[in-house]
């Protein structure tokens, strides 16, 4: 009875660990980017795309003013969050895209520089929350057909890192990018060692 017990258990953790919310695809980028160009959803483009550039978490993310990457006439080329839940600084790239899209955004919303960036809706002075940016996140992969339970605020995270470490295989370069203190907790965090075994395997027959 006790060994019969024990195998539920062994199958719920095993489903956590494979159950992490899978990173977007290029396609499935430029399918959320269309919708959400041709729907005139400019605050949902620019959230979307600054939270594929800036590989942040959503506590970080939705946080952030627009003094953090802007002057108040340009959005920089590259920008720099203390993270809060290491509380180590990290830098990352904003593409000419994003660029743009943050700019009109900031003007039709008229934010000022200590503004948040993605402010509520009726309320300047308080920034969207982690709970409303994950009801986003949901509604934009089911409005392109994948299943909203497979994807969170993570997926967008490790979207462009998974993309760079399958161009590149620089462990390193993205531990940097996702200002992890530990190598090992990116290997885990992009499931690399599964991936990176399975390719070898398929790649021998006996």
């Known amino acids: 009875m006790h060994q019969l017990n ?22 499935e980028v430029w399918a959320i980017r269309i919708r959400l160009q041709i729907s005139s959803r400019l605050r949902d483009l620019a959230l979307f795309n600054l939270a594929i550039d800036s590989k942040l978490r959503g506590c970080d993310l939705v946080k952030m003013r627009v003094s953090d990457l802007s002057n108040g006439e340009e959005v920089f080329q590259r920008a720099t969050v203390v993270q809060q839940k290491t509380g180590r600084p990290v830098q990352f790239e904003i593409t000419l895209r994003t660029r743009t899209v943050l700019s009109d955004w900031i003007t039709r919303a008229g934010l000022c520089e200590s503004d948040y960036l993605f402010p509520t809706r009726v309320n300047k002075s308080r920034h969207l929350s982690t709970r409303q940016y994950a009801r986003l996140v949901k509604s934009w992969v089911r409005e392109i057909g994948l299943d909203p339970a497979n994807y969170g605020t993570h997926s967008l995270r490790r979207t462009k890192a998974t993309l760079i470490y399958r161009k590149t295989k620089n462990l390193r370069a993205v531990q940097l990018l996702l200002g992890h203190t530990k190598l090992e907790s990116t290997v885990r965090y992009l499931g690399v060692e599964v991936d990176d075994a399975l390719t070898l395997s ?5």
């Open 6 to 27: 024990l195998i539920p258990n062994q199958r719920t953790n095993a489903q956590r660990f494979i159950g992490q919310k899978a990173p977007l695809k290029l396609h």
């Open 202 to 206: 398929e790649q021998i027959e006996i």
